[in-house]
């Protein structure tokens, strides 16, 4: 079965380095990997989107790679704040269902 | 653009009883899924709706929940009865599919379901 795995369960990072969350998969090849953002009590919010065809995407701060070699997706938030700390979700898109990973708490103090 | 919206924000209930949440998706979405969260873990694809048909619902524990979308709009998720271990956060999120096929999804703020 389609599996898709973020195996850090929690991330802690100084104010201003650059924090990498990683985001696996095995058995399938996906199409597109959306990784969100979500704070305690609220929906996931959506930050980016990769197709299997792009290496990289960027987005202000934010930059996710595809490598699917290695079946992995790298999310990088630069220069990270204190309002970064969040917990970061990938999700695989398979067709129009959206499967997610645990996430990653990201915790970045100043 | 009006988000996804859910109701109710919180709700307790002793387990055998019954409970129904309600989402209404943005407007002109066709797709609509329901997720179920549990404390520390990522949200679980429970069912998806494409219109006010299910595409995926392998995931439903059928024998004792229940979702429809009428008319393509609206869905409501029923639990019926209610066991401990159904305590979770229920989301539903709706999404449309873009030009090139990638589909990002909105998520309402979800239903805490606390069963005692």
């Known amino acids: 079965s389609q599996k898709i795995e973020q195996n850090s369960e929690a991330l802690n990072i100084q104010e201003g380095k650059t924090a990498t969350l990683t985001c696996n998969y095995t058995n399938y090849s996906p199409a597109y990997l959306q990784w969100y953002r979500q704070d305690p009590g609220r929906g996931p919010v959506f930050l980016l989107l990769?197709?299997?065809?792009?290496k990289e995407k960027r987005k202000e701060r934010l930059k996710v790679t595809f490598d699917t070699t290695l079946k992995q997706s790298l999310f990088h938030i630069t220069a990270s704040q204190p309002a970064d700390s969040a917990t970061y979700l990938c999700?695989?898109?398979?067709?129009?269902?959206?499967?997610f990973g645990k996430g990653t708490t990201l915790s970045v103090s100043s | 653009e009006a988000g996804v919206a859910q109701s109710p924000r919180y709700k307790i209930i002793e387990k055998r009883q019954s409970v129904a949440f309600w989402c209404n998706p943005i407007s002109g979405h066709a797709t609509l899924y329901w997720y179920q969260q549990i404390l520390g873990q990522g949200p679980k694809l429970l069912i998806q709706?494409?219109?006010?048909?299910?595409?995926?619902d392998s995931q439903l524990p059928k024998d004792r929940f229940s979702a429809e979308r009428l008319k393509g709009v609206d869905s409501t998720l029923k639990i019926q009865p209610a066991k401990l271990e159904d305590s979770a956060v229920y989301l539903c999120?709706?999404?449309?599919?873009?030009?090139?096929?990638?589909?990002?999804?909105?998520f309402g703020q979800g239903t805490r379901l606390t069963v005692v």
């Open positions: 999700a695989n898109q398979a067709g129009t269902a959206l499967i």
């Open positions: 999120a709706s999404s449309s599919r873009d030009s090139a096929g990638g589909t990002e999804a909105f």
């Open positions: 990769i197709r299997e065809n792009e």
């Open positions: 709706f494409q219109n006010n048909g299910v595409v995926d």
